[in-house]
């Protein structure tokens, strides 16, 4: 076998990377859903072996080469070796979060049209309960934690062989992930080889200044396993035979706590909504994140007081902090570092984290277009975002024409209102659908985290006739009012807070707040300022 110069083949990732001789050790949180009895740790020949498996499953489930295979399961990483089990069959595996609505999760099913599902008990029980039925969407169900009626389980498939691995064309479908999911169903987004292991696996597996991970490495990552993120984070990683990684299935402290003290990582990468969880818990870490070198933030805006805490954690001379921003249609498209001493600096001026950085040298394009004309605007003027990246992902299932309508020539609108710079770099505004007559979301938002520890999470909802409505979550679901006026006396005017406990806030898989959900649950107006046009 000819060695890879970087992973290319979703299908066969593990055995190349077992071929090529990989001693890296696979650290989990707990054991893995659909191998209970390999325990919380495995190595790379044991994980390309139970992709092998998992592929005679869905042979012997009926899958065959051109096939979509949806995965929707409680979250771990066995949703990538799942979606390496489907690609080594020539199939295209749809990896759908387990947090998604039982309707919206039907809706998304029925644009599949897959040839197998892939879940487990507990989904296929709260969706019956809610009045859905996943199984009808897909020929087949398979239940990888035990039974069901009308659903194939692991016994009736074990023992299948997978045939031969096919290789798709560079160029054609090879994985489909849904988008976050905020201002209503999701989009499902269909990646090729080219786009998601070339471009983007491929870049992280370069031993890049900083952000390569290096040979005595333990990468930590703790994020929705769903997202496309998990499939270019695995391979990047991997790739470069780090020690150790760790995988974090859940933000919750008890399963994460434990999991950070016994397995200290150098690198960590979670979504924004997990360091916020885990930020008010990092005295209860003890040695967990001192050897922290590199925190990776993805996924969604993050707040400067957490980059701070989480900095201040690690026991490193200099540790760095580096924001990524971007699309799951797209990739990362710019990123930036933080250091303590860069966030002293900005401390007291404008928000530090809304400076995205510059777009990736040689990778992809950015610029701020007038929402209307769609004419460019003077440097440094906020408008709606356009990217070029050859990353863009190939399309939308069942909804081709709202994807080609975001493109304009070979310029994709990101639906975010943002600033660049006569240097390239990025200013971060807002969504264009959650667009305020004044300010911004994301800046009230930072802000009060600044001046109002005590909260969790601020979300401020635009109306289209009204002052903005802020939401507050709160760990005993109250606020003194007197101590919110006082917060935000300079800001623009907004409607009396809407206090909330954590739990009451609705999320995505990746922890960003369902706007739209959040919204209706309030009673107030879908209409915004924002036109959603570019959503």
């Known amino acids: 076998m000819t060695l890879l110069s970087k992973p ?23 054991p893995l ?5 390999a325990g919380p740790e495995l190595d790379v020949p044991g994980a390309a072996a139970l992709v092998r498996r998992a592929a005679g499953w869905f042979a012997e489930a009926g899958v065959r080469s051109g096939d979509r295979v949806a995965i929707a ?3 771990h990483w066995d949703y990538v070796l799942l979606s390496c089990a489907a690609a080594r069959l020539g199939a295209v595996p749809a990896s759908l979060s387990a947090h998604l609505a039982p309707g919206t999760l039907e809706v998304l099913l029925r644009r599949l049209d897959p040839a197998l599902l892939v879940t487990d008990t507990d989904l296929l029980r709260n969706a019956r309960d809610a009045g859905h039925a996943p199984s009808a969407h897909a020929r087949r169900t398979l239940v990888v934690d035990g039974a069901a ?15 031969p691995p096919r290789r798709p064309h560079l160029d054609a479908p090879l994985a489909v992930m849904h988008t976050s999911g905020t201002t209503g169903v999701p989009k499902l987004a269909v990646h090729s080889t080219r786009t998601i292991m070339r471009r983007l696996a491929g870049f992280e597996s370069h031993r890049w200044p900083v952000l390569g991970s290096r040979r005595d490495d333990t990468v930590t990552s703790s994020f929705s396993y769903a997202h496309g993120r998990a499939l270019a984070w695995t391979a990047g990683v991997l790739w470069l035979f780090p020690e150790a990684v760790s995988v974090i299935t859940s933000a919750d402290w008890a399963e994460a706590g434990p999991a950070l003290r016994r397995h200290r ?74 250091t303590r001493r860069s966030l002293a600096q900005r401390q007291g001026v404008e928000p530090a984290t809304r400076d995205l950085g510059r777009p990736i040298p040689g990778r992809a394009r950015l610029r701020a277009v ?3 004309t769609l004419r460019p605007v003077p440097a440094g003027t906020p408008g709606l975002l356009f990217c070029r990246t050859d990353a863009l992902c190939l399309g939308y299932v069942g909804e081709e024409g709202r994807w080609r309508d975001k493109l304009v020539g070979q310029w ?17 505004v807002d969504r264009e659908v959650d667009a305020l007559a004044e300010g911004g979301c994301l800046e009230i938002e930072d802000v009060v985290d600044e001046r109002l520890p005590q909260v969790l999470e601020c979300v401020v909802l635009g109306v289209a006739d009204g002052p903005p409505v802020p939401v507050v979550a709160v760990e005993d679901g109250s606020l003194e009012p007197g101590v919110w006026k006082e917060a935000v006396s300079d800001l623009p005017t907004m409607a009396e807070p809407v206090v909330l406990t954590w739990d009451e806030l609705p999320r ?28």
Request: proline share 5%.
């Open 8 to 30: 290319i083949h979703l299908g066969t990732l593990f055995d190349d990377l077992t071929a090529r001789g990989s001693t890296t050790a696979v650290r989990l949180s707990r």
């Open 508 to 535: 995505t898989g990746t922890g960003k707040v369902r706007r739209n959900a959040l919204r209706e649950h309030l009673g107030l107006p879908a209409d915004t300022r924002g036109r959603g046009r570019w959503t």
């Open 370 to 372: 007038d929402p209307r």
């Open 73 to 75: 399961k409680r979250n």
């Open 265 to 338: 990582p150098t690198t960590l990468e979670a979504q924004p909504a997990t360091l916020v969880r885990w930020q008010r818990r990092l005295d209860e870490a003890g040695e967990g994140l001192r050897r922290v070198r590199l925190f990776v933030s993805t996924f969604d805006a993050v707040h400067p007081s957490t980059v701070r805490t989480f900095l201040d954690a690690s026991e490193r001379r200099t540790p760095v902090w580096m924001q990524g921003w971007g699309q799951s249609e797209t990739g990362p498209l710019t990123f930036r570092f933080f």
């Open 412 to 428: 994709w609108s990101t639906g975010d209102i943002g600033s660049v710079d006569r240097t390239g770099r990025v200013r971060l």
């Open 149 to 163: 009626e009308g659903a194939l389980c692991l016994g009736d498939v074990r023992g299948g062989t997978a045939p």
């Open 33 to 37: 859903d659909i191998a209970p009895e």
